[in-house]
């Protein structure tokens, strides 16, 4: 309480600004005790570092260390700027001297175009003004040399493979918009796949594009297929698939069909027998005809090998002795 005391004191000693006294006294109690109280808070904070010599001097201290780093950052930062100033006159000295040489450069590096007379007419000169300068004799031999020199022939061989070229991408082109393609793809488009349709071609008779499946084949790093020997049986199946339907896919008439698939039974018994040697010396054709006498019997033991169960053909074989008798076929 007696330090309290004390302050107080020393807080009535203070005067106050008119207009602070005059704000006070147009505030409320209320207001006015807090304004009071906070003003006694700061003066008597004030007063108490103002009485303290010790405080003022290291304030003073303290301020006078502040002032020399500021000066020393002056001083670096001056030291800093005096460097980059150099280094900015010198970057400019060097640009400076980079644009002498590109107009040492210019001057020897005018576009000319040709006159009649043999003369070379810059486009600009030094004072914008288009002027004539007759070049030098090794400008106009150098020149005259390369305008006598004559374009570099191409080999007829040259000439031939890009005009074949040509003709290889205009058939492309007319087989994509057919929807084929899909030659990269070697799972779904074999070597021998590609290699059977080039020799197809070749029987057609287009070299266009036996040329384009041999390009094929070569940007697919591989060579052309050997053709695989294709036996008389294979070629007599096929036969056989024809003559089951037409050509349109529906059933051909019955009389036609038998004919045309006797013949082909008989071929395929005939390429069967040729193939495994119980006939050597005998050609297709005579094989085919002693086949077809065979066909008379449709249950012969001969067209089990082309059944979907073989096993069927001889029960039936086997009924049909039965049925007879006994008797089996000899």
Known sequence: MTEMKADTKRVERLTYPDHFLHDIENMSADMRDARMQELSHWSL??????ANPKWVTNHMFELARLAELTAAERDRLRSELEAAEALNTRHLAEIEGLREAARAVDEQAF?????????????????GEACEIVHSDAMFQ????????????????DLAVDRFAVAMKAKLVKKRSDGRG??????????QFLSCLLRDHVDKGDPVDVANFAMMLQQRSEEIAPERDLTIQEAARAMLSAYDLSISGQPIADEQRAAGRHIALAASFAADAYNKGYCEGQDVH??????????????????????????AGQEARDARAQAHGGQVDG
């Open 45 to 50: 904070r004030f007063a108490n570092r103002t």
């Open 111 to 127: 576009m000319f175009y040709r006159a009649e007379d043999g003369t070379e007419r810059s486009i600009e000169a030094d004072d």
């Open 142 to 157: 150098l020149r005259a040399a390369l305008s006598a020199t004559p374009a570099r022939e191409q080999h007829p061989d």
């Open 182 to 191: 899909g030659w990269q793809d070697k799972e779904n488009c074999s070597q």
């Open 286 to 311: 005579a094989l085919c005809r002693a086949f077809l006498t065979a066909l008379a019997d449709p249950l012969s033991p001969y067209l089990d090998y082309l059944r979907a169960d073989p096993a």
